[in-house]
């Protein structure tokens, strides 16, 4: 398993809120759903994305957007139209002055906007990410971010299409692995490309020894890993290996090993009930004494507290 592979186990859709939206110019939406990732796409047409404090990013037809939440932003024709619709948590849309006559009913179901054969067509599919490790993956992405149609591999955007616009049986499973799918592939072309400054997790995958390593640690975290052993693994000397890590993830193996148990253990502690004894030698640690020490020291707070953390 890699490292995206491991991120992504931890981000999967469940009960994913999808719109299709048809517009025509001058057309805006002001999303104001707080989903911690979106991801939407141009059936027909162009747009940009607006978000306070960031410059306008453009969407041409067929590209794919991936949106980091919870703030909103807005989706237009251009940067300076006032959107006409707003589309708040569960996919509910509000009219807006200057909003289109509402065929909603007419067109299908997820389904907002104006007539069928407007010249804007935007699917788009929100998760509910849960979890540390969603969160680190969530950081190593910019608030906004588009992948040019050309380099999103195969037709993941229109199996969408004719999925949304009927109400089979089992939709939503569909609709979810979908959206699985094609996060996956848009991510992986992201991180492709020059401008994403990709983490150095990802850049490192394709090094014959680091990318060993992580493979190795992210199988097996709880295997007792001394950089000894992962050196050997790869077939280097321990200094060697240590720099070779350290240059191309930003952190040492150890310290990137810990990071990984704490995020692991952060997320058992808020989704299970095993004891603090069973999630630490799951992820690793002899007893709950030594995860306890381990956990306090990366996140200032002890697993008791990050399980049950007090009210505010």
């Known amino acids: 398993m890699d490292v995206l592979d491991d991120l992504l186990a931890g981000t999967k859709a469940h009960g994913g809120v999808f719109n299709l939206t048809i517009m025509d110019p001058p057309w805006a939406l002001h999303i104001v759903d707080e989903a911690p990732l979106s991801l939407a796409s141009l059936i027909r047409g162009s747009a940009w994305i607006v978000r306070d404090g960031a410059e306008p990013v453009r969407m041409a037809e067929r590209d794919v957007a991936v949106l980091r939440g919870p703030g909103p932003y807005v989706v237009g024709d251009d940067p300076a139209t006032a959107p006409q619709l707003r589309i708040h948590p569960g996919g509910r849309c509000e009219p807006l002055p200057g909003a289109p006559v509402d ?81 996956i592939t848009t991510l992986r072309a992201w991180f492709a490309r020059p401008e994403s400054r990709a983490p150095g997790w990802y850049r490192a995958q394709g090094d014959p020894v680091v990318g060993l390593a992580l493979r190795l640690l992210h199988e097996d975290p709880a295997h007792p890993w001394t950089v000894a052993e992962l050196a050997g693994r790869a077939g280097v000397s321990r200094a ?11 952190e040492g193996p150890m310290a990137y090993l810990t990071g990984w148990r704490i995020t692991l253990a952060a997320d058992l502690l808020r989704t299970t009930d095993d004891t603090v004894e069973a999630i630490a030698r799951r992820v690793g640690y002899t007893n709950a004494f030594t995860l306890s020490v381990a956990f306090k020291r990366v996140r200032g707070i002890s697993p008791t507290t990050h399980r049950h953390p007090p009210a505010t």
């Open 240 to 250: 060697t290996f240590s720099r070779r890590f350290t240059a191309l993830v930003g």
């Open 103 to 183: 065929y909603s009913a007419r067109l299908a179901v997820r389904t907002h906007g104006g007539r069928p054969e407007g010249a804007a067509m935007v699917v788009s599919g929100t998760y509910q990410l849960q979890g540390d490790v969603s969160r680190r993956l969530l950081s190593a992405l910019p608030p906004v971010l588009v992948v040019p149609a050309a380099d999103v591999a195969g037709h993941v955007m229109d199996l969408v299409l004719g999925e949304i616009q009927n109400d089979q049986p089992g939709q939503q499973s569909v609709l979810d692995r979908w959206l699985d799918l094609a996060l």
